[in-house]
């Protein structure tokens, strides 16, 4: 009996350290609408706004395994040796190897897809292969490694764009293959160690995201992975976040050295004032690795300090350094209802901005947002309509190497700036089924005739057209219409593994050119990350 006993505790042990494991869940939002549910709930303070999620954190609030198990396709087969095909086919991870001091787990990676671009008679397709891997060892050391290599041929505008900065968006830099395609390869990792709930120190090259909606206008997972050193600390109703990154600009080569780099410094406080309204405080700071002189900066030790608002800082330096503030609000009504916006300052002067006259140092942006979860008693709907607004030059600077972009891609918003959008998403899960519908409507100022008017985050505002009438628009007024329509099944819940049927219509119209694109494509994928063609 005493055996027995010994047994069950030290089994309870052993799954409440196999289950409590602090990995980051990914970021990919289309296959957790169940989990988002949970998160945007009234029930609990939760800092939802700081992503990716902690598994940790999450099963402090909630039953997450429950949530978790809720895919999961049940059917008992008498043979030992068919049921664990089943389970591992359709339910778990292909290899997971448990102890009671260490955790490891190896799933692969796959975006094997075809399409057709109706409008240009263009065959396009996706070869990708990977892997990833993740564990713990002991209780509270975590790792996670990943790694892309793909082959591509992409859509007419995607071709354009990708041959425009080099890179395709948030995946990497190309070069050619077989004429028309592109050759790229992505890679993740990190170590994350987690000491009880208060605590938490992860070092990794990967993405970060701030916010509550589809875009953020303070930090998003748009641009291709960077290297970074994020310590978090959760207090009373307090979680606090310090984000040291590097980034590289892929436009300066540097002999002996590589392309040139440059680092920014995030504090992000977001406060859980009720379970219903959660409010965050952002500030960054952006610098070069060279001062003006070409002498060798590094690291700016200034900047190290994990409590302090950095602009008086920057201002206490005479630094010319590229400094922004935001704020991050989300309002949780009824059930599942939840309201949120941001508010994006690259510079403020207060009597230019109530002057109304359009000074082009007016650099600011908001968000405004709404979604819903189980609309109408819909168990399975879910709703999302936001609105981006960002005047021109934000986020840009003097040098290209201090603006607020990575790998020729802005970190903020895909469209840089000198924009206004206006997207809604609708998703509708039933078991294992999810249906997807996007609408985008935007509208921007493109440069022409060599001239600056603000969309470019890589162009330096010195070369800026006009000192003052600037305005949202300006430049080459240009319209988008995208949307996106799409039926996947997911065959493994453990690794998003899936099979999709989509369309796609963009049209994109100025004064120059009217470009229609419309394709149709299949899919066998596994869905971790968030990819943005929206723009």
């Given at each position: 009996m005493?055996?027995k006993?010994?047994?069950?505790?030290?089994s309870?042990?052993?799954l409440s350290?196999?289950?409590?494991?602090d990995?980051?869940?990914?970021?990919?939002?289309?296959?957790?609408?169940?989990?988002q549910?949970?998160?945007?709930s009234?029930?609990?303070?939760f800092h939802?706004s700081?992503?990716?999620w902690?598994?940790n954190?999450?099963e402090?609030?909630f039953?997450?395994?429950s949530i978790?198990?809720?895919?999961?396709?049940?059917?008992?087969?008498?043979?030992?040796?068919?049921?664990?095909?089943?389970?591992?086919?359709?339910?778990?991870?292909?290899v997971?190897?448990?102890?009671?001091?260490?955790?490891?787990?190896?799933?692969?990676?796959?975006?094997?897809s075809?399409?057709?671009?109706?409008?240009?008679?263009?065959s396009?397709?996706?070869?990708?292969?990977?892997?990833?891997?993740?564990g713990?060892?002991?209780?509270?050391?975590?790792?996670y490694?990943?790694?892309?290599e793909?082959?591509?041929?992409?859509?007419?505008?995607?071709?354009?764009?990708?041959?425009?900065?080099?890179?395709?968006?948030?995946?990497?830099?190309?070069r050619?293959?077989?004429?028309?395609g592109f050759d790229?390869?992505s890679a993740?990792?990190?170590?994350?160690?987690?000491a009880?709930?208060y605590?938490?120190?992860q070092l990794?090259?990967?993405?970060?995201f701030l916010?509550d909606?589809?875009?953020?206008?303070?930090?998003s997972d748009?641009?291709?992975?960077?290297l970074f050193?994020k310590?978090?600390?959760n207090?009373w109703n307090?979680?606090y976040?310090?984000l040291?990154?590097?980034?590289?600009?892929i436009?300066?080569?540097?002999?002996?050295v590589?392309?040139?780099?440059?680092?920014?410094?995030v504090?992000?406080?977001?406060?859980?004032?009720?379970?219903r309204?959660?409010?965050s405080f952002?500030?960054?700071?952006?610098?070069?690795?060279?001062?003006?002189?070409?002498n060798y900066?590094?690291f700016?030790?200034q900047?190290?300090?994990p409590?302090i608002?950095?602009?008086p800082?920057?201002?206490?330096?005479g630094?010319?350094?590229?400094?922004?503030?935001?704020?991050?609000l989300?309002v949780?009504?009824?059930r599942?209802?939840v309201?949120?916006?941001?508010?994006?300052?690259?510079?403020?002067?207060?009597?230019e901005?109530?002057a109304?006259?359009?000074?082009?140092?007016?650099?600011?942006?908001?968000?405004?947002?709404?979604?819903?979860?189980?609309?109408?008693?819909?168990?399975?709907?879910?709703?999302?309509?936001?609105?981006?607004?960002?005047?021109?030059y934000?986020?840009?600077?003097?040098?290209p190497?201090k603006n607020y972009g990575?790998?020729?891609?802005?970190?903020?918003h895909p469209?840089?700036?000198?924009?206004w959008?206006w997207?809604?998403?609708?998703n509708y899960?039933i078991?294992?089924?999810?249906?997807?519908?996007?609408?985008q409507?935007?509208?921007?100022?493109l440069?022409y005739?060599?001239k600056?008017?603000?969309?470019?985050?890589?162009k330096?505002?010195?070369?800026r057209?006009?000192?003052y009438g600037?305005?949202?628009?300006q430049?080459?007024?240009?319209?988008?219409?995208?949307?996106?329509?799409?039926?996947?099944?997911?065959?493994?819940?453990?690794?998003?593994?899936?099979i999709a049927?989509?369309?796609?219509n963009?049209?994109?119209a100025?004064?120059?050119e009217?470009?229609?694109?419309?394709?149709?494509y299949?899919?066998?994928?596994?869905?971790?990350?968030?990819?943005?063609y929206?723009?």
């Open positions: 005493k055996r006993i010994l047994s069950l505790f030290t309870i042990l052993f350290v196999v289950q409590g494991q990995l980051y869940l990914p970021l990919n939002r289309d296959y957790n609408f169940e989990l549910k949970a998160v945007y009234s029930a609990y303070r939802t700081i992503q990716p902690q598994r954190e999450l402090q609030a039953n997450y395994d978790a198990q809720l895919n999961r396709l049940r059917k008992k087969i008498p043979k030992k040796w068919k049921q664990k095909a089943w389970d591992k086919f359709l339910n778990d991870n292909v997971a190897l448990h102890r009671p001091d260490f955790d490891v787990v190896l799933n692969p990676l796959m975006n094997f075809m399409g057709r671009e109706t409008n240009e008679e263009k396009t397709w996706v070869n990708t292969r990977g892997f990833e891997v993740k713990r060892i002991g209780r509270g050391f975590t790792f490694s990943s790694f892309y793909n082959q591509a041929v992409f859509a007419n505008y995607l071709d354009t764009y990708i041959r425009s900065v080099r890179v395709v968006p948030g995946q990497g830099k190309v050619g293959f077989k004429g028309g790229f390869a993740t990792g990190y170590i994350a160690f987690h009880e709930k605590f938490s120190i990794g090259h990967g993405k970060n916010g909606g589809y875009r953020s206008l303070l930090l748009n641009a291709f992975n960077n050193l310590a978090t600390l207090f307090i979680k976040t310090v040291y990154n590097q980034y590289i600009d436009n300066e080569n540097i002999p002996d590589g392309y040139a780099r440059k680092y920014s410094t504090h992000y406080l977001s406060w859980a004032i009720s379970k309204v959660n409010l952002f500030d960054v700071i952006v610098w070069q690795t060279t001062d003006s002189l070409g900066r590094g700016d030790l900047y190290l300090n409590v608002f950095l602009r800082v920057e201002f206490s330096t630094s010319p350094d590229n400094a922004l503030l935001g704020l991050n989300s949780i009504v009824g599942h209802n309201f949120y916006g941001q508010l994006i300052l690259d510079e403020f002067k207060l009597e901005v109530t109304g006259n359009g000074w082009w140092g007016n650099k600011q942006g908001f968000q405004l947002g709404f979604k819903t979860y189980d609309p109408f008693r819909l168990k399975g709907l879910y709703f999302q309509t936001e609105y981006n607004w960002v005047r021109p934000t986020y840009s600077q003097s040098l190497l990575h790998y020729n891609q802005p970190l903020a469209m840089g700036a000198n924009f959008e997207v809604s998403i609708v899960n078991k294992r089924f999810y249906f997807r519908y996007e609408f409507y935007a509208l921007y100022g440069d005739d060599g600056n008017f603000g969309k470019n985050i890589y330096p505002y010195t070369t057209e006009n000192e600037n305005y949202v628009g430049g080459l007024e240009t319209t988008v219409l995208y949307n996106d329509i799409s039926v996947s099944y997911l065959i493994n819940p453990a690794y998003n593994f899936n049927l989509g369309y796609t963009r049209s994109s100025n004064d120059k009217t470009v229609n694109t419309s394709y149709i299949i899919a066998l994928r596994t869905s971790l990350r968030n990819f943005y929206d723009f």
